[in-house]
């Protein structure tokens, strides 16, 4: 079955090249702001859902030059963010460095918990159910044209502690000018020079990076149908 990582994270890319399975990429671009009224539980859950309604949505604008004549696909999409210790507060990634120097004090000399959710979506190519505008669908798609949609899925949420040692503000300051902390779910990459300011973790290192390894592929395996197993 084709295995498409809808995802532009480089560190994903990596960590799921590491295990030799065979996938593409594909892209998505979503709307990441989290609610104030969200828990981390429903912020996380909306966001793999989200990415993976756009990424059916891609697939189908795009299906007859990318999808070598696939019929059907398993979508992995997948989010990371930072949790403080009241359970209750998100750490995203930073708007500026004036975002990034307040979750940092809030992290600094205590623990907080990396999340990262993966949902696995399994979709197939069917005909357009008569007068259907659902998500991952063309709205002007012609009834029999066939387009791509969900059949199953199924997400994980696997959960890492991390403690900080006590960081001043010569640290953030060097740390911020590095570059390093934009693009990065409370700003730092343990894959990084944020390593620095790690003083130790509980649980699994590759979910801190942004993909749990093997419990990713364990989800892979438990959502491959069994014909597709057999297979191979």
């Avoid at 210790?85 to 004036?98: C, F, M, Q």
């Avoid at 600094?108 to 696995?120: F, I, L, Y």
């Avoid at 007068?131 to 959960?159: M, W, Y």
């Amino acid at each position: 079955m084709k295995v498409i990582l809808a995802s532009g994270s480089p560190r994903r890319r990596e960590l799921l090249a590491r295990t030799k399975l065979d996938f593409t990429i594909l892209s998505v671009d979503v709307n990441e702001t989290w609610h104030n009224d969200e828990s981390p539980t429903d912020y996380i859950e909306r966001m793999v859902a989200t990415k993976a309604n756009a990424a059916i949505q891609q697939l189908n604008q795009t299906m007859d030059s990318d999808q070598d004549g696939a019929t059907s696909c398993m979508i992995l999409t997948s989010d990371t963010i930072g949790v403080l210790a009241d359970g209750k507060t998100v750490l995203v990634k930073p708007t500026n460095r004036e975002h990034a120097y307040t979750m940092w004090q809030q992290m600094s000399d205590t623990e907080h918990e990396v999340w990262t959710a993966v949902q696995a979506t399994l979709v197939d190519l069917k005909p357009r159910a008569s007068g259907s505008t659902s998500e991952g669908t063309l709205d002007n798609a012609s009834k029999c044209d066939p387009v791509f949609q969900i059949i199953d899925q199924q997400h994980i949420l696997e959960r890492t502690s991390v403690t900080f040692i006590a960081l001043t503000q010569a640290m953030m300051s060097d740390y911020w000018d590095s570059g390093e902390p934009a693009d990065k779910a409370g700003g730092y990459g343990i894959q990084g020079l944020g390593a620095a300011w790690v003083s130790r973790i509980n649980g699994s290192y590759t979910n801190v990076v942004g993909l749990p390894l093997a419990q990713t592929l364990a989800l892979i395996k438990n959502m491959t149908p069994d014909s597709e197993k057999s297979a191979h």
